[in-house]
């Protein structure tokens, strides 16, 4: 585009410039670009290099020139490195899955054992309070129970086919108001702590619904409740 030089019409000269690609120079070249260990083979067969190759070929006029050099290959580093940490990772997983599970299934089985027992125990009370329930029905005595202050709780149903009194009269009064004899030894049993834990009270005079004095044996004992408080049971005959 320079208007100043004249052209001629023989042919134009060609510049080439030349430089030879040393081993030297392609490993530097290869360096300069982030690639290791360029260097140059023909078409023959070589032997592999433990790392992973990356090759390129170059056409020339009498044959092809194959350059090669050192890919790198972080996945496979990163395997080498992490590997080992992912398999003992993986076996601790199952190591825990395995001792987690055993641990349930342990559990498990003491549950299954404890309900078991429960089962027993429980069919075992209610045997007991069936034969106790039949034991009473079946005697001629009462058993009743009072709390702390010998207040009366509970009341067998012998008490009303003995003394004709409905247990809903008393329920809430004092066993010392049924008690009309010998009382003062009672009372003095029934609320001092610190006397024997049973006491027998022999011919103690009562009443009957119909205003007729009976006599009966009175047997009480110092008992721990169901709510865990201290109270009294007994038998009267």
Avoid at 21 to 36: A, D, Q, R
Avoid at 159 to 184: A, P
Avoid at 210 to 236: E, L, P, W
């Amino acid at each position: 585009d320079d208007e100043s030089i004249t052209p001629v019409a023989e042919d134009a000269s060609v510049l080439i410039f030349a430089d030879v690609l040393t081993p030297v120079k392609l490993e530097k070249m290869g360096n300069e670009y982030g690639i290791h260990n360029a260097h140059t083979f023909g078409m023959e067969p070589h032997l592999k290099a433990d790392y992973r190759e990356a090759q390129l070929i170059l056409p020339i006029d009498n044959g092809d020139v194959l350059i090669e050099w050192r890919s790198d290959d972080p996945g496979r580093a990163l395997m080498k490195r992490e590997l080992p940490l992912i398999i003992i990772l993986m076996l601790s997983t199952i190591a825990f899955t395995w001792l987690m599970r055993r641990g349930a299934l342990i559990k498990a089985q003491i549950n299954d054992e404890n309900v078991f027992l429960l089962e027993q125990s429980r069919q075992a009370l209610t045997a007991s309070e069936r034969r106790f329930r039949d034991v009473i029905e079946a005697t001629t005595d009462w058993i009743w129970e009072a709390d702390s202050e010998a207040r009366l709780t509970w009341l067998s149903d012998r008490f009303s086919g003995v003394t004709g009194h409905h247990s809903d009269d008393w329920l809430g009064r004092n066993m010392l108001d049924f008690i009309h004899s010998d009382k003062i030894l009672f009372h003095h049993w029934l609320l001092n702590p610190q006397t024997s834990s049973n006491y027998t009270l022999k011919k103690a005079r009562y009443f009957s619904a119909q205003g007729h004095q009976r006599y009966c044996n009175v047997v009480a004992k110092r008992a721990i409740m169901d709510d865990g408080s201290m109270g009294f049971r007994g038998t009267v005959t």
